[in-house]
């Protein structure tokens, strides 16, 4: 018997708060192409869920259209109880402050400064005076784990792991309550990977953060993630603990969690 592969329900949230995000029926064309097709997805207040899959099933796509970069062709996405599918620009402006997304590579500004890059948000989505501003830029530099100084310097002057680090301090800058992190460790060596996941972790603690984190990174999806969602055939196959989802027999999940890499990276997370 083929095995059931719809996600199990997922817990009510705390208290009477909706879910942080709330994906129902969607789906996502590109002309002929079907990218996504009835596809759902809960994640709740305080989570840190994983977004993986294969080569082109449609994980940044996905993480687009709930960051409010790109529309859906169907279905419906809820932000903090909130429907955004529809949403004139002003409703969506006001809804971009309760969250902060970290691009891949940085996407910092190469004319400014880091702190000038951190203070972009908060020029766009706020009246504060510029001493205010300022004082707020770096205080979300020395959040994110940069050292004295970093704020003066230009992004060409930065290591890769500081690059990422000055994306997340410009994702916090409006004092979010979901984050966004698109392959937030891509490209690092293992000490400044298991950095980065530690800063997540911690920030998550010290903020109440609801994070939805795009990776490929098989050691982050082992360390920080409550949960991890698999997309494929158009749809989350399933959504639960990585312990439990590394070991569902359906072919494309195998196939990603079976490899020798991943196998190396549960057994780091089990040391």
């Known amino acids: 018997m083929a095995e059931d592969l719809t996600p199990p329900p997922s817990p009510p949230p705390v208290g009477d708060a909706p879910p942080v995000i709330e994906i129902r029926g969607l789906g996502t064309r590109f002309g002929a192409q079907v990218v996504h097709e009835d596809l759902e997805l809960t994640v709740r207040r305080g989570e840190i869920v994983g977004l ?4 082109g099933s449609g994980k940044t ?19 903090f109880g909130a429907e955004t599918v529809g949403l004139d620009e002003s409703e969506a402006f006001a809804l971009r ?6 691009f891949q590579h940085g996407a910092l500004f190469s004319s400014l400064t880091v702190r000038e890059n951190v203070a972009v948000p908060l020029h766009e989505h706020t009246t504060l005076p510029e001493a205010e501003i300022d004082r707020l830029a770096e205080l979300k530099v020395a959040l994110a784990g940069l050292p004295p100084g970093s704020g003066d310097k230009y992004p060409s002057q930065l290591s890769g792991g500081m690059i990422k680090r000055a994306g997340v301090a410009r994702a916090l800058a409006l004092d979010p309550d979901l984050l966004f992190l698109d392959e937030p460790t891509a490209g690092l ?12 972790l911690e920030l998550r603690a010290a903020l109440g953060l ?19 969602a698999f997309l494929g ?11 439990s989802l590394s070991r569902r027999p359906h072919p494309l999940i195998r196939q990603y969690f079976c490899g020798p890499r991943a196998r190396a990276a549960e057994a780091a997370a089990e040391d």
Do not use: K
């Open 233 to 243: 055939e158009r749809r989350v196959l399933a959504c639960e603990p990585i312990e």
């Open 52 to 55: 993986v899959g294969g080569s």
């Open 97 to 102: 402050r309760r969250f902060g997304m970290m």
């Open 61 to 79: 796509t996905l993480l687009r259209e709930v960051a409010l970069l790109d529309a859906p062709s169907a279905g419906s996405v809820r932000l």
């Open 210 to 228: 609801t994070v939805l984190i795009v990776t490929h990174d098989l050691d982050t999806l082992w360390r920080i993630t409550d949960r991890v």
């Open 189 to 200: 060596d293992p000490v400044g990977a298991a950095a980065l996941d530690e800063l997540v």
